[in-house]
């Protein structure tokens, strides 16, 4: 049948007048419905599809539009699956887009809205609340690199209280303003004096302190790893010298270091007594030569810290 309008053409059951069963309703730029109809009405099961847009939908319809429960397939790339409501995404369902990244949980309005959990394509997963297609509220996230975020959220960014833990194995807790720490640790600061006399073989402590762009503390974290490494001052000897430079470690006569304090150092062997391992070369030697030469007492002190991908984790990106 061909209406007065001929843009639309119907085969199929009819009623009363009315197109009611099983049919078709072809339309002029070639699109077209396929499906139950009721007095008159797409109602029922069915399956559309535009031409504009190439997009297709199988599932419930009510008075001509998508509602209920059925699945939409993108031609862009991606589909949905899950409930609708006059043609959009509402209630519950699954969509992946066109970068093949899936989220499964509640929409709104055709955005992702309220309880939900997400996989990006570079691995990142969420779980937690959404608004208005955005990470905002309460949400756990699992960073590819196997660090966690748990906390809260505004804007798609970490924002207001939550903890990192980074893969390095550092933990920060406390207050975030679009998706960077409060009080964000910037430097490394070590206490004392930059240069220290250390009997050959014996013990010494270091004391580090996290700070801010202002020199105040950096509070709220723990867990950084730091490398500590030693060097005993350089010296060249005369060569009639009676005094072993290499004392310290003979079998280690590495290229001298370059340092920031105006001197040039050799590898320093050190040993922490919680990692339970041997005591270093330079201890046994301490009982032939209890203390360092006088002429090369200095032991330059330098220290970097050991963090995976960067200094300070900042904030997602997840997408």
Request: charge should be negative; proline fraction near 4%.
């Given at each position: 049948y061909v209406y007065p309008n001929p843009f639309f053409r119907y085969d199929g059951e009819w009623r009363g007048g009315r197109t009611h069963g099983q049919g078709k309703l072809l339309f002029k730029d070639g699109s077209y419905y396929e499906g139950e109809f009721v007095d008159g009405e797409i109602t029922g099961e069915g399956c559309r599809?535009?031409?504009?847009?190439?997009?297709?939908?199988?599932?419930?319809?009510?008075?001509?539009?998508?509602?209920?429960?059925?699945?939409?397939?993108?031609?862009?790339?991606?589909?949905?699956?899950?409930?609708?409501?006059?043609?959009?995404?509402?209630g519950h369902g699954h969509l992946v887009d066109q970068d093949g990244q899936a989220y499964w949980g509640s929409f709104h309005n055709n955005k992702r809205h309220g309880q939900g959990h997400m996989v990006f394509r570079n691995g990142d997963k969420y779980e937690g609340d959404w608004v208005q297609d955005q990470r905002q509220g309460h949400g756990v996230l699992f960073r590819a690199d196997g660090s966690?975020?748990?906390?809260?959220?505004?804007?798609?960014?970490?924002?207001?209280?939550?903890?990192?833990?980074?893969?390095?194995?550092?933990?920060?807790?406390?207050?975030?303003?679009?998706?960077?720490?409060?009080?964000?640790?910037?430097?490394?600061?070590?206490?004392?004096?930059?240069?220290?006399?250390?009997?050959?073989?014996?013990?010494?402590?270091?004391?580090?302190?996290?700070?801010?762009?202002?020199?105040?503390?950096?509070?709220?974290?723990?867990?950084?790893?730091?490398?500590?490494?030693?060097?005993?001052?350089?010296?060249?000897?005369?060569?009639?010298?009676?005094?072993?430079?290499?004392?310290?470690?003979?079998?280690?006569?590495?290229?001298?270091?370059?340092?920031?304090?105006?001197?040039?150092?050799?590898a320093y062997p050190l040993w922490s007594p919680k990692s339970g391992g041997q005591e270093p070369r330079a201890a046994l030697e301490s009982t032939r030569d209890p203390r360092l030469p006088t002429r090369d007492p200095e032991l330059a002190l330098a220290s970097d810290m050991s963090r995976g991908q960067r200094a300070i984790p900042s904030g997602l990106a997840g997408e």
């Open positions: 599809l535009w031409a504009s847009s190439g997009d297709t939908y199988s599932g419930q319809f009510v008075l001509g539009e998508p509602q209920g429960y059925g699945l939409m397939k993108y031609k862009a790339g991606g589909h949905y699956e899950g409930e609708l409501s006059h043609g959009l995404r509402e966690t975020y748990k906390g809260q959220w505004h804007s798609d960014v970490f924002s207001g209280l939550g903890q990192l833990t980074h893969c390095s194995g550092a933990v920060y807790h406390g207050m975030w303003i679009n998706g960077h720490p409060v009080a964000q640790a910037k430097k490394i600061v070590i206490l004392g004096p930059e240069v220290m006399d250390v009997a050959q073989g014996s013990s010494f402590t270091v004391s580090v302190q996290l700070q801010q762009d202002s020199g105040e503390v950096a509070e709220g974290e723990d867990g950084r790893v730091l490398k500590i490494s030693a060097g005993v001052r350089y010296v060249q000897l005369p060569a009639y010298s009676e005094v072993s430079f290499f004392n310290v470690d003979k079998d280690d006569r590495g290229t001298p270091i370059q340092t920031p304090f105006g001197f040039d150092c050799v």
